[in-house]
């Protein structure tokens, strides 16, 4: 089994800054593709970012340049840095990994969300 545990979400005034964390665990032979994404209030989940084990980064076009997408191979965990935060930035937060349990099995792996809550 594995799982993925996100932490560091909580409330901040608008302006502030958030550091999300989500590590891996369990029977983990590799992770691929790391990720995060978001979901509003009454709205469908959103695309953040990814990152791949050689850390090339790909991000939604409305994320760039306040959120950065980071990972540490050594401790199987992703980061999510969140600058200049916004009310409209509130949503619960979703890790997201491609981990290879054997040399032919990759589960799509969800992590249970962490809530973040931007105020005016």
């Known amino acids: 089994q594995v799982q993925l545990v996100e932490s560091g979400g909580g409330l901040v005034q608008a302006g502030g800054s958030l550091r999300l964390s989500c590590a891996a665990s369990?029977?983990?032979?590799?992770?691929?593709?790391m990720g995060w994404y978001r979901q509003a209030p009454g709205k469908q989940r959103e695309f953040i970012a990814t990152?791949?084990?050689?850390?090339?980064?790909n991000y939604a076009d409305s994320m760039k340049g306040r959120f950065t997408i980071s990972r540490d191979n050594a401790k199987n965990t992703v980061y999510l840095q969140m600058n200049s935060l916004k009310p409209e930035d509130t949503a619960v937060y979703y890790c997201?990994?491609?981990?290879?349990?054997?040399?032919?099995?990759?589960?799509?792996?969800w992590g249970q969300g962490t809530l973040v809550t931007v105020s005016s």
């Open positions: 369990g029977s983990i032979n590799s992770i691929n593709d």
């Open positions: 997201n990994a491609g981990i290879r349990t054997t040399a032919w099995a990759t589960l799509d792996v």
């Open positions: 990152i791949s084990s050689s850390y090339h980064t």
